[in-house]
Antibody, heavy 121, light 108 residues
Framework: EVQLVESGGVVVQPGGSLRLSCAAS????????MHWVRQAPGKGLEWVSL????????YYADSVKGRFTISRDNNKNSLYLQMNGLVTEDTALYYC??????????????WGKGTTVTVSS | EIVLTQSPGTLSLSPGERGTLSCRAS???????LAWYQQKPGQAPRLLIY???SRATGIPDRFSGSGSGTDFTLTISRLESEDFAVYYC?????????FGQGTKLEIK
């Protein structure tokens, strides 16, 4: 069974840092682009970032560019999101999602259940 | 940057009725790289449609997608109780891979 399990979400103060993790199983992890998508409480979905299969190409939403860094460890079947300079607007449920196509950037066919990040003093 | 605008914000219909949801892009979406997702309360999104009109695995044929360029539509032919949820469109033709703001489909 294809599965994504996020972890690392906690309550953090404004200006703080946090690293989210996503453990993948049930598929050949290093064949696929991976995404982070977030959802603020009561709001819609916001695409955050993607990383290609070998980690050499990354893209970010303008709202997180320069503060967040996406990375992956294909030996550990894991995806990460390093979040620095956190602001209250970063409070959200963060989803890890698998791209649907091999070696391409496209839509997301598998999602984790998410991990909650709360930025508050 | 492509901005997606979904309408209406809320759609109130009865089971058995036909639902039509719209997604309009601020500029043309290349190669119809548009997807639709369904999200129910407390759940992760679920892929419904990709490539503007192709149904994802396991999606009932009452769901259909259409459109190209800047105008896209998700149609649910005969609403069932489990279809009442929030629906999002997303373009994946160019970064940032933005979502629309969502349409809430509620029971009338």
């Amino acid at each position: 069974e294809v599965q994504l399990v996020e972890s690392g979400g906690v309550v953090v103060q404004p200006g703080g840092s946090l690293r989210l993790s996503c453990a993948a199983s049930g598929f050949t992890f290093d064949d696929y682009t991976m995404h982070w998508v977030r959802q603020a409480p009561g709001k819609g979905l916001e695409w955050v970032s993607l990383i290609n299969w070998d980690g050499r190409s990354t893209y970010y939403a303008d709202s997180v560019k320069g503060r967040f860094t996406i990375s992956r460890d294909n030996n550990k079947n894991s995806l990460y999101l390093q979040m620095n300079g956190l602001v209250t607007e970063d409070t959200a449920l963060y989803y890890c999602a698998k791209d649907a196509l091999h070696y391409y950037y496209s839509y997301m066919d598998v999602w984790g259940k998410g991990t909650t990040v709360t930025v508050s003093s | 940057e492509i901005v997606l605008t979904q309408s209406p914000g809320t759609l109130s219909l009865s089971p058995g009725e036909r639902g039509t949801l719209s997604c309009r892009a601020s500029q043309s979406v290349s190669s119809s790289y548009l997807a639709w997702y369904q999200q129910k309360p407390g759940q992760a999104p679920r892929l419904l449609i990709y490539g503007a009109s192709s149904r994802a695995t396991g999606i009932p044929d009452r769901f259909s997608g259409s459109g190209s360029g800047t105008d896209f539509t998700l149609t649910i032919s005969r609403l069932e109780s489990e279809d009442f949820a929030v629906y999002y469109c997303q373009q994946y033709g160019s970064s940032p891979y933005a979502f629309g703001q969502g349409t809430k489909l509620e029971i009338k």
